[in-house]
């Protein structure tokens, strides 16, 4: 892969990056925001439905664990930065192929071939 294409293939990681980051900021805010009554300002000292904590505890673990994906993809996007600036970027980490620039057009940040992909996930 050439230099301009590395550059265009760089430019989609980072902009990939900076989209995620933010992501990831905003749940966190959300995950970590006030309870129910806090955010209501409600003051009294009277229960809420069972029901709303369990809305709002589902919704919490909901949140971390796509928290937790997200920074999974982050990781995978910041190897996919080192491969580029090292000149491997398209070349799988498994086999050594080539990694098809249909599939980086899609998956900017994957490290394998479709082959070692289907082979890794068992399919």
Known sequence: MN????KVYKD?????RARLRGDVNAMAESALRKTRSEASGDLS????????????NYE?????????????????IE????????GVY???VECGGRIPKARLNVIPYTPHCVKCASKLQGC
Do not use: W, Y
Request: aromatic share 2%; hydrophobic share 40%.
């Open 3 to 6: 230099k301009a294409e590395m």
């Open 12 to 16: 989609k990681v980072l902009a990939l």
């Open 45 to 56: 000292s009277m229960p809420i439905h069972m029901a709303d904590v369990g809305t709002d």
């Open 60 to 76: 919490q673990e909901f949140t971390l664990s796509l928290m937790e994906n997200e920074e999974l993809t982050l990781e995978q």
């Open 79 to 86: 190897d996919a930065l080192e491969r580029i600036e090292e």
């Open 90 to 92: 398209g070349t799988c």
